[in-house]
């Protein structure tokens, strides 16, 4: 990402959560009231008009964003139903989740981590949907490619307490040893029992002869957009990927476990990316 310049992927993701949550509720996979007033107005128009065109050439890949979105929503649920004390959003965008979870204000020490950049786009959004910036949630800036989450200490996070860390949309852009400090962060910085759930592009999609659309377009324009795809896992090393670095329960969710849960009856038909998956991990 450029040091000037808010994500334009954030906006982009979060518009697609936006165009799922303005369907009928037995057609939306998601949920995100909020979205439609954290995005640009400008690339919510030009992402639902080119939506389609977007489909054909990265087929199945806005149904993964949505899928994904809904599968760490209800780990998010999970997490709180078993007594999380608290959350660390890692690249965290324009996430909604601190505002529009209601069980976390005022039981559960919220942190925001992202690029600089970005988070005061999004605090200004903020201050306007709400009248201020909500107190309940620590922002905590930081370039996850040339900081340490050891930034999360000045802002009073507590390794004693048990934690979800939520990174998502984040490991595809950063290098393979930024990934490895945030995963050694959290498991020597963090209760027993805590855990971490983020997605990943198989690595082979990166390398590939011949690449999908948006994995040739992102790889493109990444002088332009200062977000490129660099990081991913191999199919079905990921358990072992986590397990050398201190982790247990591994557990993968593919396009295919996906489909299977949440996309039945009138959503049968949609189609979901093979190539990203979303895993939780234990400490």
Known sequence: ????????????????????????????????????????????????????????????????????????????QASLDGGIAQLVILGAGLDSRAYRFELLIGHVNIFEMDHPATQRAKCSKLSR???????????????????????????????????????EGVTYYLTAEAVNETLEFVVRNSATGSTIIFDYVYASALTAAHKRGE?????RYRRFTGEGLTFGIEEGKAGEFLSQRGYNQVENMTHEDLKRTYFTGSNRNRAIAPIYTIVHATV
């Open 1 to 76: 990402m450029k040091r000037k310049q808010s994500s334009i992927t954030a906006q982009g993701i979060a518009t697609i959560r936006a165009i799922e949550s303005s369907k009928r509720p037995e057609q939306r996979i998601c949920y995100d009231p909020l979205a439609r007033q954290l995005v640009n107005p400008i690339i919510y128009l030009l992402v639902k008009l080119f939506a389609g065109y977007g489909e054909r050439r990265a087929p199945g890949t806005m149904d993964f964003l949505i899928a994904r979105t809904r599968y760490i929503d209800d780990y998010l």
């Open 129 to 167: 949907i709400f009248g201020e910036l909500p107190q309940h949630v620590s922002f905590v800036p930081i370039d996850f490619n040339a900081e340490t989450l050891e930034k999360l200490y000045k802002f009073g996070y507590d390794p004693q307490q048990k934690t979800l860390f939520i990174w």
């Open 215 to 219: 994995i040739t377009r992102m790889q």
